[in-house]
């Protein structure tokens, strides 16, 4: 308690930023390496199959990196909005 009678506002510890920042990164990092893999595999799976090199892996990489671009711009969203309340607590 302060002078006037009322509590101070409560700072967030350290901690919970470093658990927030590993959180984030560590979901960025699934994000963006899962689908450019995936694609990879399937890309050259499908190539040798249909003996199409290197088109079906050019074109899933492309798609794969579209749609991480798309996910990742959502979760930066939403993280900021997370990040605004932790730092309000």
């Given at each position: 308690m302060d002078q006037t009678g009322q509590t101070a506002p409560k700072k967030t510890s350290d901690a919970a930023y470093y658990r927030f920042a590993m959180r984030?990164?560590?979901?960025?990092?699934?994000?963006?390496?899962?689908?450019?893999?995936?694609?990879?595999?399937?890309?050259?799976?499908?190539?040798?199959?249909?003996?199409?090199?290197?088109?079906?892996?050019?074109?899933?990489?492309?798609?794969?990196?579209?749609?991480?671009?798309?996910?990742?711009?959502k979760k930066a969203q939403l993280y900021s909005k997370q990040f605004e309340d932790l730092d309000k607590k």
């Open positions: 984030v990164m560590g979901d960025f990092g699934v994000t963006i390496a899962v689908p450019a893999v995936v694609a990879a595999f399937v890309g050259i799976w499908l190539d040798k199959k249909l003996e199409t090199t290197p088109w079906f892996l050019i074109l899933g990489l492309i798609a794969a990196f579209a749609a991480t671009y798309l996910v990742i711009k």
